[in-house]
């Protein structure tokens, strides 16, 4: 059976009826780079087969986990730890009416390669979807569209929250960067193992201590402790942890027991007391003091709480019951099947050892208050449950505005004419309904930020401590990290002083790395000069205003040991951003300070909203439901973690 345009299959003789056969042909000979291949990414491959588009290009770099059959819909338990792009493209061919007709193309891969998805690559596409839950990728992807003059449909979802906005620069609406976004907060590493004052930061100590104990490589661990070197200092822990590792392997029961124990005494007895004897809490709020040893005695008889017929989930546990607790756990990873080589907060033996563990440390460190295994949870994941449905609803959208895309090409002949802003909207998935009734809001796309420097060349203002700061440090820890370059061109006065790219010759400028801000040639970088920063592979110019500046404003959790490389970056600056949900379900906006981007498939780093001066802003948006104008910077993953 087909239509009245015989080539066209049957299954889409309703498209041909609704849309039209120019749409439909359109559709077809449409050439689609997709970026991501999770749980939005998956929905939307499915959705493109089935509406009649026949030449895909799919992105994505990760593979397949067991954690992502519950909601990723195209992969099954045989493909876990194949590429997701590979797999995703073979059976969205499948599902087509004739496979023969379409051509879904793989490419497992990071979109950040440049010498692989550059503006040249994406030049060759008609529209690019975003299905991504990784901002340096999303910011990636946003600089490459706009420098190849592809309009791009982002997306994302935290569990029934939802956003679509269309991005397009002939068209004259906001990039992915011209929001002021809330950031994420990092926690320094010295904060994490020697000076901790808050439950976060004891949890994600035991996230790590985790990671020493089962991970797969020793050494990732942020506690480790290389012994092996020759000017290395003797480490209170590191023998006693690598003696119950091999243990373990061993499956020895009696040694894992007693090498349980041992980690126990020397993570927070001895290594607690060198500190002390090392005069490091001097200066400290508050100075910790060991474990007793009672406590561990009295823990060889006491019932670990997980293991009593009473044990409720919400139950405090003793530092005792801590002790037997965490014992416990060394023991029972030591005769299971299989043991997590990484922290999975849906993982019970990895939160019972984050629970007690993390609660034991918190007790040396008398931070209160102590957590439950629940609150435990609560904090390593504050968890915001993936949707599913979310994610189709969030795909299917991407479809309606794609179509609209490329009406709105068909009707004038070029990618966008500079009219997307008159097709397509910026469209909210809501969990309570406006008054109205409506889960669905559509709004104008909005115009750009004028001082966004990625689509308006705007100026930043950077405020740092100029006589601290070498080129190499400015190169990796700011133009790089948080403004995000790829391949830098910095010149100052009109001179070149740093270069890179495939033409440059970033070896004459290496004299220029170790030297400090003022020493740099062209009279160095002072309060007041204005540098300007290029990167001809994103097609991005930035003039950067330095103030020199050496006193700081801190928020109560602060650090305050070393100003060295503290900055303030101000104006539209392209921040890894994510959304900030309260339990009430409320959005909550704010401008954030420096940060880290995500790395993990499923995790974010969590948000802590600040104004200006870097407090922390208690404001919400009540219980009410979201207005329809409000912008959500949302990405796509299971949890909010602090890492």
Not at 227 to 247: K, N, Q
């Amino acid at each position: 059976m087909t239509t009245a345009s015989s080539s066209v299959p049957h299954l889409l003789s309703g498209m041909e009826a609704t849309l039209g056969t120019n749409m439909l042909t359109k559709i077809q000979s449409s050439k689609i780079l997709l970026v991501g291949a999770g749980g939005i990414g998956c929905e939307l491959l499915k959705n493109l087969a089935l509406t009649g588009f026949r030449h895909v290009q799919v992105i994505d770099l990760d593979t397949i986990d067991v954690s992502n059959l519950n909601r990723q819909l195209l992969f099954r338990s045989q493909h876990v730890g194949m590429p997701k792009c590979t797999v995703a493209c073979q059976v969205a061919t499948q599902m087509v009416q004739d496979p023969s007709l379409v051509s879904y193309t793989a490419h497992h891969g990071n979109v950040c390669d440049n010498d692989t998805f550059n503006v040249q690559f994406v030049q060759q596409f008609d529209l690019t979807l975003n299905a991504l839950d990784n901002v340096v990728a999303r910011r990636r992807v946003n600089r490459l569209c706009l420098a190849a003059g592809v309009p791009l449909i982002e997306a994302g979802t935290t569990g029934y929250l939802g956003q679509v906005n269309v991005i397009d620069k002939e068209s004259d609406v906001a990039c992915y960067e011209c929001q002021t976004q809330e950031t994420q907060k990092v926690y320094p590493i010295c904060t994490i193992r020697s000076t901790p004052s808050m439950p976060v930061h004891t949890i994600v100590w035991a996230k790590e201590l985790y990671k020493l104990l089962f991970g797969d490589k020793v050494e990732e661990s942020m506690l480790f402790e290389d012994t092996t070197a020759p000017d290395a200092e003797p480490s209170t822990y590191m023998s006693a942890v690598l003696s119950f590792r091999r243990a373990r392997a061993a499956r020895d029961s009696d040694v894992v027991r007693t090498a349980a124990g041992e980690v126990v005494t020397k993570l927070f007895v001895d290594e607690i007391q060198k500190q002390l004897d090392m005069g490091r809490y001097k200066t400290a709020r508050k100075t910790p003091a060991v474990l007793p040893t009672s406590v561990i005695v009295d823990a060889t008889t006491t019932v670990p709480p997980t293991a009593k017929p009473s044990y409720r989930t919400t139950d405090l546990w003793t530092p005792t019951e801590c002790v037997a607790e965490f014992i416990a756990c060394l023991e029972n990873a030591a005769t299971a099947a299989t043991v997590l080589p990484s922290f999975d907060k849906d993982d019970t033996l990895a939160m019972r050892l984050v629970t007690a563990s993390s609660n034991l440390r918190s007790f040396v460190f008398e931070i209160e208050p102590l957590q439950s295994f629940y609150s435990a949870k609560g904090i390593a994941g504050n968890i915001i449950p993936a949707i599913a449905t979310t994610n189709a609803i969030a795909a299917g959208l991407q479809i309606l505005q794609a179509f609209q895309v490329l009406r709105a090409q068909l009707e004038t002949g070029t990618k966008s004419a500079g009219k997307l802003g008159e097709y397509c909207s910026y469209i909210n998935c809501l969990r309570n309904s406006t008054r109205n009734g409506l889960f669905l809001t559509a709004s104008n796309l909005e115009k750009p930020n004028p001082r966004c420097f990625v689509c308006r060349n705007a100026t930043v203002p950077l405020a740092l401590n100029v006589n601290n700061w070498t080129l190499q440090d400015l190169l990796q820890k700011l133009i790089k990290k948080d403004l995000g370059f790829e391949e830098p061109t910095i010149t100052l006065d009109g001179d070149i002083v740093w270069e890179e790219g495939s033409d440059a010759d970033s070896e004459a400028f290496a004299v220029n790395l170790p030297k400090l801000l003022p020493q740099l040639p062209c009279g160095g970088i002072q309060h007041g000069t204005v540098l300007r920063i290029e990167d001809f592979s994103q097609d991005l110019t930035v003039d950067v205003a330095v103030t020199h500046q050496t006193v700081w404003e801190r928020g109560d959790e602060e650090d305050d040991d070393d100003d060295t490389y503290q900055y303030v970056l101000k104006g539209s600056k392209p921040t890894a951003s994510a959304l900030h949900v309260p339990s009430n379900g409320a959005l909550n906006n704010g401008v954030g300070t420096k940060v880290e981007e995500a790395e993990d498939d499923d995790d974010i780093v969590v948000v802590m909203a600040a104004d200006a001066k870097g407090k922390r802003n208690r404001e919400t948006n009540g219980d009410g439901p979201v207005n329809k104008r409000q912008k959500m910077s949302i990405l796509e993953a299971d949890v909010i973690e602090i890492s």
